[in-house]
Each structure stands twice: as structure tokens, then as C-alpha cells.
């Protein structure tokens, strides 16, 4: 079955970085899009980023609030997907989730990211 599982959040002060991973089981990972999802305390989960690979590289989209402090990236040969986050500000404080769109949407079960001021 498909599984999503997410690592790497935790507490880092405001210009600081993470990196999140996300190991994915189940499908062909290769030939799907992956996702960057996010959702803060009271509000609707948000598209972060996005990657697909292309038989010339990677296509990467990013939301205008993460757009040159976030970088979405892949390692087809493990299964894995990826989310270096510099520059933290408080605002992006979420619960991070990968997603994989594979006739239905799949979701792991979150990582926290806190980001104190």
C-alpha cells in the first residue's frame, strides 16, 4: 500500500534552516508528482512546492510566500522526496505533509515545523 513518511521538523529560531524528507513506499515513485503541503494552526492546508520529473530533468513550482527560501527536490533512486527550508520565519509555524496524487490523493501524517521569533 502507499505510505508517505514524513521526518525532519522540529523548533528553529526565525532565519534558520530545516530540511524535511519524506521516504515513499508502494507506487512508482519516479513517475509521480510529489508534493509539499502545509497547514498552520486555524487555517486551510496549502500547496508549498511541487516536483515531477521530466525526461529532461525536474519541474519544480513553488507558492509565492516559500518562492527563494524553499527548495522542493527528488532522489528518484530512493524513494524520496525532499524540502530545504532557509530563512524561517514564524509564519511558516505549520505541520508540513507530503502528498502523492495517484488516482486519489495520499498524505503522510505530518511533520511540526516551529519557527520562534
Known amino acids: 500500500q502507499v505510505q508517505l513518511v514524513e521526518s525532519g521538523g522540529g523548533l528553529v529560531q526565525s532565519g534558520g534552516s530545516l530540511s524535511l524528507s519524506c521516504a515513499a513506499s508502494?507506487?512508482?515513485?519516479?513517475?509521480?508528482?510529489m508534493r509539499w503541503y502545509r497547514q498552520a494552526q486555524g487555517k486551510e492546508r496549502e500547496l508549498v512546492a511541487s516536483?515531477?520529473?521530466?525526461?529532461?530533468?525536474?519541474?519544480?513550482n513553488y507558492a509565492d510566500s516559500v518562492s527563494g527560501r524553499f527548495t522542493i527536490s527528488r532522489d528518484n533512486a530512493k524513494s524520496t522526496v525532499y524540502l530545504q527550508m532557509n530563512s524561517l520565519k514564524p509564519e511558516d509555524t505549520a505541520v508540513y505533509y507530503c502528498?502523492?496524487?495517484?488516482?486519489?490523493?495520499?498524505w503522510g501524517k505530518g511533520t511540526l515545523v516551529t519557527v520562534s521569533s
Open positions: 516536483i515531477t520529473s521530466t525526461a529532461t530533468g525536474h519541474v519544480r
Open positions: 508502494g507506487f512508482t515513485f519516479s513517475s509521480t508528482a
Open positions: 502528498n502523492a496524487l495517484i488516482m486519489v490523493n495520499y
